[in-house]
C-alpha cells in the first residue's frame, strides 16, 4: 500500500507501534490465552527485560499494556498472557494465528534480575493471571540457575482450571533443580490432589525463612495479605517487590495518567520494592 | 533594538508569512486565541491573554500520530510527517513562554517526543512583553518578568511603534531577514526611552497585584503526604463541576490521551488534550484509582505543585498566567487552593 | 445577605438541615464559589451577591445521597431546574429545604471585562437585594462604573420571572430585570440565509474546546454517563477535532436537553470561549411551542414532557422543509 | 489517492427503515422488480423510534450525503406509539439541522407500509434527485474522513 519512505529520515517516535504476528496462540484457563508474538519477517520485535510491558493494540479497537510473559532468554519471540476482560482483550482472544496487532515497548522498568536479585534465594508468590510478569522472571532465573539460590514458587488460583502455564510448570520448573513448586487452589475440586487454600495462608503454611527475596504478583486483595503475612513471618518491606498496574496511554511518563506521587507507574514502574510503594501516596 | 512603525504592522505579518507559517493572536467570534495569520484574520495584540494559552502551537490540541491501514490481516503503519517548516508564534506573552519550558521538561525528557522536538525546532518565539496586567495574574511568583519576556524575539508594543529586541540565534536570523527587507529599523534614543518606561511601568504595577506575594512556601517534595493527606482537599473541591476548562487554557497541563478514529478508509490514531479532572481518566478495565472527584481534584494540585517541581529540581508546574482563576466556572483556582493551606497554616500556629 | 445567614444558623440550630448549599466568598469580591457548609461557623464566609449566579440545583443530586436534609438557596430561575431533577427523580424533595432567594439580576465577568473594566480590586453596587443602578469598580487603572444593567448575564435579560417554582419559604428581594424577548435572538438568526446560519455558528462553535463545562454544569445533563464518555462510539471522545465539536457534539447535546431544559443559562455563563450555547436550547424551545404549545421545563413537577408525548395531529418532519 | 476522474457525482443515502413496515415495503419493491437507486443502503432498525438523532449526524459524519427516516404510517406502529414519538424528534433534529444552515432536504421522513412497495421506490427515486441536486455534503462531513 504505502510505499513512500516519507517517515524513513528520522528516527521514529517513541509513540509509533511496530506490526507484530500472532504466530500462535495457546488456550491455558478458559478466560486466559497466550499469544505468542513476531516481528513480520520473523524474529522478535525488540529485546527487553523481565517485568517490562508493551502497549498491545488491535487498531481500531484500543490499546493496552500487558506483561511481558517471556523470558528475554527466549530469542525467538514474545508472549503475551492476556485473560479476557474487556473489550480490547475480547477482540484479542478472538484472533487467529496469521493475525496481525501492533505493538510498541517495551517500557517501565523491570524486575533487579542483574542487580539485587542476583545471589539471592528467591521466592515467587502468584495469583491467577499474576503469574504472567512473574513467569518471564522464572524462566530467565532458571536459564541463568548458577547466578541465583533456592528458588520457590507458590502459585495459586480459583481452580485448578484456572492455573496458567500449567504445561510448563510441570514439566519444566517442576523438574528444575533446586527449584520448588508449590501450587494451591481456592477450594477442592474432584481430581486436586494438590494443596487447597488461599495463597497467603499457604505462604504462612509452608513457613518460609527469611532469606529470600519475594516477588509478589496477583489480586491487590491476594498481594495485601501475602505482605501481612511475609512481615509476620519476619520478611521486612526491602525484600519484597511487586509490580503495579494502572491505567497507562503513552508508556513513557508523559501522558499523566499513571502518576501517583511523584512516580510514573508506566516509566518509573511497573516493578516496586515495597518500601517505595509505602512512600507513594495511597491512591494505586 | 529594532522597531516598526504600528501602521507597518500588516506588513510586517505579510512579510514573516511569505517565509514561514505565522500564528498570532487571532479574534474570532468575540474571543482571542493563536491562529494561522491570513489577510482576512482580525489580529488583536491589545487582548492580554488569549483564552488558550500558546501551548497548542507546539502541542496542538488533537493531533494524528500515525495511520493504520488494513489489507486483509496485514497492517501498514503510515506515520505523521514531523514539522519540518518553520514557524512564527509571535505574541506569546512571558508566562506562556515559561509554560513551554515546563512542557519542555516532560516532552523533551528521554524519551523525546519527536512531534513535540520537531515543533520546538522549528518555532520562532516572537513574545510580546506585556502592559497593564490584571489582578489573576502572579507570574512574578514563578520568576516570569512580564515587561521583559525572554524569548527569540522580545517586542514591545508602544503607542506609536512595535519595538524588537532579537535574544537568541533563531531570533537574531529572522531579524536579519526582516531587517534586509526594509520592515525593521533601528530603534532610535526615544523609542528606547519609551520602551524602558514602558517596563517600569508594568513593573510598577506588578508590585501592586493582589497575588504578588503568594507564598509557595511549604510546596515541595517533603511534603507530600501531608499535603496529600490534609483534610483541607474535602473542603475546597466541592464547587468543582470535573470540567476541563482550567486544563485546558493551562499552558503547562500535558496530560493527553490517545485514541483511535476510523475514517472508513484506515484507522487514524491521534492523541488529544486530556483532563485529570475527567471521570474516566483513570478508568481501566479492573477498575478507577481515583474514583472520587475529591481524588482528581488534589491530583490537579499535588501535581502543579508538589510531584512535578519534586521531579523537576524544584520548577513549579504552573507559570501564574491567572487564566484558570478568570475562567473556572465555578471560580476555583491554584491560588485558592495556595491560601487555603497557608491560612491552614497561620490558624494552627494561633492555636498553638 | 446577614438574613440568609442567620436563617440558616437557626435551621441548623434546630435540627431542620444538617448542611447549607451556598456560595462562599472568593478573594476577589467577585469571585464566590459554590459551597458546602457543615457548621454555623463555617457560615461566616458564606455570600450572596449579584456575582452568585451558579444555579445550586445541580449540586443537590449529590446532596441528596447524603444523610439529613440540605439547606439550598436557590433563585427563581434555579428553582425550574430543581423541579425538572425531581420529575426525572434526580432529587430527593425530602433532603432538600429550599430558600427561594430574591434576585435582582447576576452578573457577568465576561460582560464586565469586554466593556473595558480590567485588573478590579473591589467592587460595589452588587448588593444581592439592593442592587444599585450602577456597579463602581476599583482597579488598579483607576476607578470604572458600569450600569448594571449592562452587566447582567444574558439569561437575566430573558427573565422567567420573579417567582419561585417550589420553596419552603422566600428571602429577599427581587427585581424585574426581563427588557428582551426571549427569542430575539433565534429569530434574528432564522432570517438569515443557511449560509450565513452556517457561518455563524461554524465560527461560534469553531472555538469550543471540548472542556464540557457546559455539560458539566447543565442541570439537564444529570446522566450518571454520558453518551460522549462512552468508549465504544468512536466519535465519543474528548478530541478537539473541530468538526466534532461542530457538527456533533454540541447538536446533539441539546438535543438531549430538548424539553427538560429550563433555560437556566448555565451553559453560555460557564463557557469559557463565549459561545453562545443558550441559542441552540432556545431553538429547541421555541420549536416545541411553535408545534406541540406552550410549555416551561421546570414549571411543575409532574406534567409530561414534549419528547416523551404526542398527538395523532403532530405535524410531519416535512414541515421544516415546506416552511423554507 | 488515486487519480480523480471527473466522475459523475454518486450520492451515497443511508435509509433507516423499520423492520415491520418499511423494511418488508422495501423487500416488496425489489420482490416486484421495481427499481430504486443501488446508492441507497438501508439500515434496518426495530422501529423508527429506534433511531436516535445521533445515528443521523454520524451517518453525515462518515460520510453519508442524505439520509431517509422510513416508519409504519402513523397509528399502525408494531408498537403502537413509536413512531409518533419518532415523529416529534426529527422533526425538531431537522429543525435545528436547517437552523445550522444545513441544506434543507438533506434529511427526510417517510411513512412507508409493507404493502407500500411502489411509494418505497418512488420515495427513495425522489429522495436521490434532490440530494443529487443538493450535491455533496459538505457541511455536517467530518474532515477527517475525507480520502
Redesign the interface.
Known amino acids: 500500500m504505502c510505499e513512500c519512505n516519507c517517515h524513513t529520515n528520522y528516527t521514529l517516535d517513541t509513540l509509533i507501534p511496530q506490526v507484530g504476528i500472532i504466530t500462535d496462540i495457546r488456550q491455558e484457563t478458559p478466560d486466559v490465552k497466550t499469544f505468542r508474538v513476531n516481528a513480520p519477517e520473523g524474529g522478535k520485535l525488540f529485546e527487553h527485560m523481565p517485568g517490562q510491558c508493551a502497549m498491545v493494540c488491535v487498531p481500531g479497537v484500543s490499546e493496552a499494556m500487558f506483561s511481558i510473559t517471556s523470558s528475554p532468554t527466549n530469542k525467538e519471540y514474545q508472549e503475551f498472557s492476556i485473560k479476557r476482560c474487556g473489550e480490547l482483550t475480547d477482540v484479542l482472544h478472538s484472533m487467529q494465528v496469521g493475525d496481525e496487532i501492533t505493538v510498541r515497548g517495551p517500557y517501565g522498568n523491570n524486575f533487579p534480575v542483574e542487580t539485587e536479585l542476583k545471589g539471592k534465594n528467591l521466592l515467587f508468590i502468584a495469583g491467577g493471571i499474576g503469574l504472567a510478569p512473574l513467569r518471564s522472571v522464572i524462566n530467565y532465573v532458571l536459564d541463568n540457575r548458577e547466578n541465583y539460590g533456592t528458588v520457590d514458587i507458590v502459585y495459586g488460583s480459583r481452580s485448578a482450571d484456572d492455573l496458567v502455564q500449567l504445561k510448563e510448570i510441570q514439566e519444566v520448573w517442576m523438574k528444575a533443580e533446586g527449584v520448588n513448586v508449590h501450587l494451591t487452589i481456592d477450594r477442592p475440586q474432584d481430581g486436586w490432589d494438590g494443596h487447597v487454600g488461599f495463597v497467603p495462608a499457604y505462604v504462612k503454611e509452608l513457613n518460609m525463612t527469611t532469606d529470600k527475596t519475594v516477588l509478589i504478583c496477583g489480586p491487590p486483595i491476594m498481594i495485601k495479605f501475602v505482605l501481612a503475612g511475609l512481615l509476620e513471618m519476619g520478611f521486612s518491606k526491602e525484600q519484597v517487590y511487586t509490580t503495579l498496574e494502572l491505567r497507562m496511554k503513552c508508556g513513557i511518563g508523559k501522558c499523566g495518567r499513571c502518576n501517583i506521587g511523584s512516580k510514573y507507574v508506566c516509566k518509573d514502574g511497573p516493578v516496586f520494592r515495597f518500601d517505595e510503594i509505602d512512600e507513594l501516596p495511597n491512591e494505586y | 533594538m529594532k522597531k516598526i512603525v504600528k501602521e507597518n504592522l500588516p506588513a510586517l505579518f505579510r512579510a514573516i508569512a511569505a517565509q514561514q507559517d505565522l500564528f498570532l493572536p487571532i479574534k474570532t467570534a468575540g474571543q482571542t486565541n493563536f491562529g494561522l495569520w491570513t489577510e482576512e484574520a482580525e489580529v488583536d495584540l491589545e487582548t492580554l491573554k488569549t483564552v488558550k494559552s500558546g501551548k497548542d502551537m507546539f502541542f496542538p490540541q488533537s493531533e494524528t500520530l500515525y495511520t493504520c491501514l488494513k489489507d486483509d490481516k496485514k497492517i501498514y503503519i503510515k506515520p505523521e510527517a514531523l514539522q519540518d517548516r518553520n514557524f512564527v508564534a509571535f505574541g506569546m506573552k512571558g508566562c506562556d513562554v515559561k509554560g513551554l519550558e515546563v512542557l519542555d521538561r516532560v516532552f523533551l525528557a528521554d524519551p523525546v517526543d519527536t512531534f513535540y522536538a520537531a515543533r520546538r525546532k522549528h518555532g520562532i518565539i516572537v513574545a510580546m512583553a506585556c502592559n497593564e496586567p490584571e489582578t489573576s495574574c502572579f507570574c512574578k511568583v514563578f520568576g516570569v518578568d512580564c515587561a521583559e519576556p525572554s524569548a527569540d524575539v522580545a517586542v514591545w508594543l508602544t503607542s506609536t511603534a512595535l519595538c524588537w529586541k532579537a535574544q537568541t540565534e533563531k531570533g537574531e536570523a529572522l531579524t536579519a531577514t526582516l531587517t534586509a527587507a526594509g520592515l525593521l529599523e533601528e530603534a532610535t534614543e526615544a523609542d528606547l526611552h519609551h520602551v524602558e518606561g514602558e517596563k517600569a511601568v508594568t513593573r510598577a504595577i506588578v508590585e501592586k497585584l493582589p497575588y504578588m506575594n503568594l507564598s509557595l512556601e511549604g510546596w515541595n517534595g517533603e511534603a507530600l503526604n501531608e499535603k496529600f493527606n490534609s483534610p483541607l482537599w474535602e473542603k475546597l473541591y466541592k464547587g468543582c463541576l470535573a470540567c476541563g476548562t482550567c486544563t485546558f487554557v493551562c499552558p503547562t497541563c500535558q496530560c493527553y490521551d490517545i485514541k483511535d478514529y476510523k475514517t472508513g478508509t484506515g484507522v487514524q490514531r491521534y492523541r488529544c488534550w486530556d483532563s485529570c479532572m475527567y471521570s474516566d481518566f483513570t478508568m481501566m478495565a479492573h477498575g478507577n484509582n481515583r474514583t472520587s472527584q475529591m481524588q482528581r481534584y488534589r491530583q490537579r494540585f499535588m501535581h502543579k505543585l508538589i510531584y512535578f517541581p519534586a521531579n523537576n529540581d524544584g520548577m513549579y508546574s504552573c507559570v501564574g498566567c491567572g487564566r484558570c482563576v478568570e475562567k473556572c466556572p465555578s471560580s476555583l483556582n491554584i491560588v485558592k487552593v495556595i491560601k487555603a493551606f497557608a491560612a491552614e497554616k497561620t490558624n494552627e500556629g494561633g492555636a498553638r | 445577605m446577614q438574613r440568609l445567614i442567620d436563617r440558616a444558623k437557626e435551621l441548623l440550630a434546630d435540627g431542620t438541615v444538617v448542611r447549607v448549599l451556598g456560595w462562599?466568598a472568593?478573594?476577589?469580591g467577585y469571585?464566590?464559589?459554590?459551597?458546602?457548609f457543615d457548621n454555623a461557623a463555617e457560615l461566616r464566609n458564606f455570600v450572596y451577591d449579584g456575582f452568585c449566579g451558579?444555579n445550586l440545583s445541580k449540586f443537590m443530586i449529590e446532596a441528596s445521597k447524603l444523610e439529613g436534609k440540605t439547606l439550598v438557596f436557590l433563585k427563581p430561575c434555579d428553582t425550574y431546574s430543581f423541579n425538572q431533577l425531581i420529575k426525572e427523580h434526580r432529587v430527593d424533595r425530602d433532603k432538600a429545604y429550599i430558600i427561594g432567594v430574591g434576585c435582582q439580576g447576576k452578573l457577568s465577568?465576561e460582560k464586565i471585562k469586554?466593556m473595558g473594566v480590567?485588573?478590579?480590586?473591589s467592587v460595589s453596587g452588587a448588593d444581592a437585594f439592593d442592587a444599585a443602578e450602577e456597579l463602581t469598580f476599583e482597579?488598579?487603572?483607576g476607578e470604572k462604573t458600569v450600569a448594571y444593567k449592562d452587566a447582567m448575564l444574558q439569561r437575566c435579560h430573558v427573565c422567567k420571572g420573579k417567582e419561585h417554582m417550589i420553596y419552603d419559604e422566600l428571602l429577599g428581594e427581587s427585581k424585574d430585570t426581563k427588557d428582551a424577548d426571549r427569542f430575539a435572538e433565534?429569530e434574528r438568526?432564522?432570517a438569515m440565509s443557511?449560509?450565513?446560519?452556517?457561518?455563524?455558528?461554524q465560527?461560534?462553535l469553531?472555538?469550543c474546546?471540548?472542556?464540557?463545562?457546559c455539560?458539566?454544569?447543565c442541570p439537564a445533563c444529570s446522566c450518571r454517563k454520558c453518551?460522549f464518555?462512552g468508549?465504544?462510539y468512536?466519535?465519543a471522545?474528548?478530541?478537539?477535532?473541530?468538526?466534532?465539536e461542530e457538527?456533533?457534539f454540541h447538536?446533539?447535546r441539546?438535543?438531549h436537553v430538548?424539553g427538560r431544559c429550563t433555560d437556566c443559562g448555565e451553559c453560555s455563563?460557564?463557557c469559557?470561549?463565549?459561545?453562545p450555547l443558550h441559542l441552540?436550547n432556545r431553538?429547541?424551545i421555541k420549536?416545541?411551542e411553535t408545534?406541540?404549545g406552550e410549555y416551561q421545563a421546570g414549571a411543575d413537577t409532574d406534567s409530561k414532557g414534549?419528547?416523551?408525548s404526542?398527538?395523532?395531529d403532530?405535524?410531519?418532519?416535512?414541515?421544516?422543509?415546506e416552511r423554507? | 489517492m488515486s487519480i480523480e476522474a471527473k466522475e459523475e457525482f454518486r450520492p451515497k443515502i443511508v435509509a433507516f427503515c423499520c423492520n415491520w413496515c418499511s423494511y418488508a415495503g422495501a423487500d416488496l419493491a425489489g420482490s416486484s422488480r421495481l427499481s430504486y437507486p443501488a446508492d441507497v443502503k438501508i439500515i434496518r432498525v426495530p422501529c423508527s423510534c429506534r433511531v436516535n438523532p445521533m445515528f443521523i449526524l454520524r451517518a453525515f459524519e462518515k460520510g453519508a450525503d442524505g439520509v431517509i427516516l422510513c416508519g409504519c404510517h402513523p397509528g399502525d406502529c408494531h408498537y403502537s406509539t413509536g413512531n409518533f414519538y419518532a415523529r416529534r424528534r426529527m422533526t425538531l433534529l431537522f429543525s435545528m439541522l436547517d437552523y445550522l444552515g444545513v441544506e434543507n432536504g438533506r434529511t427526510r421522513v417517510e411513512w412507508v407500509s409493507a404493502a407500500e412497495g411502489v411509494k418505497f421506490s418512488t420515495t427513495m427515486n425522489e429522495f436521490v434527485a434532490k440530494i443529487h441536486s443538493l450535491g455533496k455534503n459538505v457541511r455536517l462531513g467530518d474532515i477527517r474522513c475525507k480520502d
Open positions: 462562599k472568593g478573594d476577589m469571585n464566590p464559589e459554590p459551597a458546602m451558579a465577568m469586554s480590567k485588573a478590579i480590586e482597579t488598579l487603572y433565534v438568526i432564522e443557511p449560509e450565513e446560519r452556517f457561518a455563524f455558528f465560527a461560534e469553531s472555538k474546546i471540548r472542556c464540557n463545562a455539560r458539566n454544569v453518551i464518555d468508549t465504544k468512536d466519535s471522545q474528548k478530541a478537539n477535532t473541530t468538526s466534532f457538527k456533533m447538536i446533539i441539546a438535543f430538548a455563563r460557564v469559557p470561549q463565549g459561545i441552540f431553538k429547541f420549536d416545541i408545534f406541540y414534549p419528547l416523551t404526542y398527538t395523532f403532530d405535524v410531519e418532519p416535512s414541515i421544516v422543509a423554507g
